[in-house]
């Protein structure tokens, strides 16, 4: 039978894709493929490959995390470089169109971001812990190890990439289950990685049907965590009760998150604030209710702005805003203990009734200095509303008249709190030790 030709009268040569496992493109060990789409052959992967795949994340992990995060960071940023160098066929196999450039576009930034943290996550994660003695005490962040990674359907692209990045970027070897559905972005990427001074083993990418590698991956004992991006939620329950086994890791986020969702643990959601904060705002109003003239709220400037302008919103009573700003952090993630007051009040506040609005109470110190201050000013009731409230770092008696919530010991950060300037745009409050 004569080669089929090409528009050109050339031979066409089709692609032959393969598997991705220890460095090299193999195919399948038992000779398997299968049509995604009825045309195309992707290989089969068997649960020989995933075996060969985690014992190759295995055996390259120990080098991987022992590299400098400089150097993580300079593979993953050539990795952005070369997935940028081939476009044209990525734009090509998502269908072109402007949608297949954006997608292209947000794999390629993604790259670049966790090539930017790299050498940051033990500054972020990590920590100084306080002790009784003549040493110091340290928090240091280690890789996971190998994590399976079973990749969404869409986007094929970047739903990929923004679940592989942060693993390789905090020293872990990762195994992939390509799409099912939507193979080809994954198995190029692969050719990517390959050309990315990218360690064999440290990334693998196996094709293939879910029903048939999935269960193995999930209880496979040597493989640290799975990342459940791309499963149902029969799928997740199934792998969750095989992870339990050796005590896997689960990380159930949506395809679309990026850090630092996925380097500090989720502490308060969305919603519980978005619930509580009304609750308070109905509390205030009920006590306000009275009151002859509009409410003041003394915002403390920058963490309270997003607390107070809900707090605000879900008000039933007449109120005006004025702000202070006070500072005692500077950009580490513990009190510094001394409190800068750069601005306070505009407006008088005589015979006014006061709420003096803070993002979290944590020493004390600050909110002290600035009641102090405004008790001077001769308003006709002062009273704090505090979104967090943090007793096991108190050294200056508080008291708080409407909190949000009572948490632990930790540094947060998100929905207004900030760490280095960082992350107030977060809808949640996130844990960062």
């Not at 460095?23 to 038992?30: A, D, N, P, Q, W």
């Not at 300079?74 to 734009?91: N, S, T």
């Not at 090539?115 to 812990?129: F, P, R, S, V, Y």
């Not at 409230?389 to 008291?399: C, F, G, H, M």
């Amino acid at each position: 039978m004569p080669a089929a030709k090409n528009g050109n009268g050339r031979i066409e040569v089709r692609k032959t894709y393969k598997l991705y496992i220890a460095g090299e493109f193999v195919r399948s060990e038992s000779g398997r493929a299968y049509r995604f789409d009825g045309n195309i052959n992707v290989p089969r992967g068997s649960r020989k490959d995933l075996r060969d795949a985690v014992r190759a994340a295995r055996g390259a992990v120990s080098g991987w995390a022992g590299r400098t995060a400089m150097n993580r960071g300079q593979i993953l940023y050539r990795a952005a470089e070369m997935l940028d160098g081939r476009r044209a066929q990525f734009v090509e196999l998502l269908g072109s169109g402007r949608p297949a450039h954006k997608e292209v576009d947000e794999a390629v930034e993604a790259l670049v971001w966790y090539a930017g943290w790299t050498d940051k996550l033990a500054q972020i994660i990590g920590a100084t812990n306080p002790v009784a003695g003549p040493y110091f005490n340290f928090t240091i962040p280690e890789p996971t190890g190998v994590v399976g990674v079973v990749a969404p359907e869409h986007p094929a692209l970047t739903g990929l990439v923004r679940r592989v990045a942060p693993a390789l970027c905090g020293g872990n070897a990762v195994v992939v289950l390509a799409p099912e559905e939507t193979p080809l972005p994954a198995l190029t990427l692969a050719e990517v990685l390959a050309t990315s001074d990218m360690p064999a083993g440290v990334a693998n990418v196996l094709s293939g049907y879910r029903k048939e590698l999935l269960p193995w991956l999930a209880s496979h004992m040597d493989v640290n965590a799975i990342d459940v991006a791309g499963c149902t939620p029969d799928e997740v329950t199934d792998i969750e009760k095989a992870a339990a086994d050796n005590v896997k890791r689960v990380v159930k986020v949506r395809p679309g998150e990026m850090s630092p969702y996925l380097m500090a643990r989720a502490m308060i959601s969305a919603d519980r604030i978005r619930r509580r904060v009304r609750d308070l705002g109905r509390q205030i109003s009920e006590v306000y209710a009275d009151i002859d003239t509009p409410l003041v709220m003394v915002v403390i400037l920058k963490g309270a702005t997003v607390f107070a302008a809900d707090l605000l919103r879900s008000l039933t009573i007449p109120a005006e805003l004025e702000f202070v700003s006070a500072a005692s952090y500077g950009t580490g993630t513990s009190s510094s203990g001394h409190v800068r007051l750069a601005h306070m009040v505009e407006g008088p506040l005589v015979g006014r009734h006061v709420l003096l609005v803070e993002d979290i109470i944590d020493s004390g110190r600050t909110v002290d200095v600035i009641a102090k201050r405004l008790r001077r000013m001769g308003p006709a009731s002062l009273r704090l509303a505090a979104l967090l409230d943090r007793p096991a770092r108190r050294e200056v008696k508080v008291k708080i008249d409407f909190t949000g919530f009572v948490i632990p010991d930790r540094f947060v950060i998100g929905y207004g709190l900030d760490y280095a300037g960082l992350y107030r745009e977060l809808p949640g409050i996130y844990s960062l030790t």
